[in-house]
């Protein structure tokens, strides 16, 4: 598999900010995307990484580290509304066939 | 219309009947995606497919079985499902099969085998 790991669960207050990392195989990496999911829902976009660097969009930035194999998504300003897993998703590309995987999602729980 | 529609939203079918899931977009992405989800669990790639041509099959079982009758329509035929094949089904779509430009998830159908 490709190997994309990040913490099962984390906790933090209303207001907060919060890292969730992400470590992936480099073999064959194409570009990394940060998806919110509400149970039972679709995921949705929050963030693409193909460079190297930091990517800021309003309370959510995103960092790659390709020589690392590691991104994380920061939230900031933590809303109870931001309770939701969070996955990191690589895509791969073995045999010219483009593949985006998943890693096993972080549950963020937002307290008051 | 920046949306990936599935229906139907539930379905709940026993060991042997048939059914269809249907995913539709009108972004003129060419290419499309099944993923299945368990609770808890990643989703993980079943099929792809690049200007309606099957790219990837990712050695999921001969009772699931798509098509794409054209560049906006998506199918996953369904029979003789096993009550582990219950999950969240979720298609996707993107502007070309490698994704450059991000991928759209549809909101999937929960899928119950009784």
């Known amino acids: 598999g490709q190997n994309i790991d990040q913490p099962t669960e984390m906790t933090a207050t209303e207001g907060a900010i919060v890292q969730i990392n992400c470590t992936y195989q480099t073999s064959g990496f194409n570009g990394l995307f940060w998806y919110q999911q509400h149970a039972g829902e679709a995921p949705t976009f929050l963030s693409y990484?193909?460079?190297?660097g930091l990517e800021e969009k309003g309370r959510f930035s995103s960092f790659l580290s390709r020589s690392k194999g590691y991104s994380y998504l920061l939230l900031k300003e933590l809303q109870m509304k931001d309770s939701a897993s969070y996955l990191c998703a690589v895509r791969f590309i073995r045999s010219n066939d483009y593949k985006l995987s998943f890693g096993a999602g972080t549950t963020v729980t937002v307290r008051a | 219309d920046t949306e990936v529609t599935q229906t139907p939203k539930h379905l709940v079918m026993g060991m042997t009947n048939k059914k269809s899931l249907k995913c539709e977009q009108h972004?003129?992405?060419?290419?499309m995606y099944w993923y299945k989800q368990k609770a808890k669990k990643p989703p993980e790639l079943m099929f792809v497919?690049?200007?309606?041509?099957?790219?990837i099959n990712e050695s999921v079982p001969s009772r699931f079985s798509p098509e794409c009758p054209n560049s906006s329509l998506l199918n996953l035929h369904l029979h003789a499902l096993q009550p582990e094949d219950s999950a969240l089904y979720l298609c996707?779509?993107?502007?070309?099969?490698?994704?450059?430009?991000?991928?759209?998830f549809g909101s999937g159908t929960r899928l119950t085998v009784v």
């Open positions: 497919y690049s200007y309606e041509k099957l790219s």
């Open positions: 990484n193909v460079l190297d």
């Open positions: 996707a779509s993107s502007q070309e099969a490698s994704g450059l430009s991000g991928y759209t």
């Open positions: 972004m003129g992405h060419r290419a």
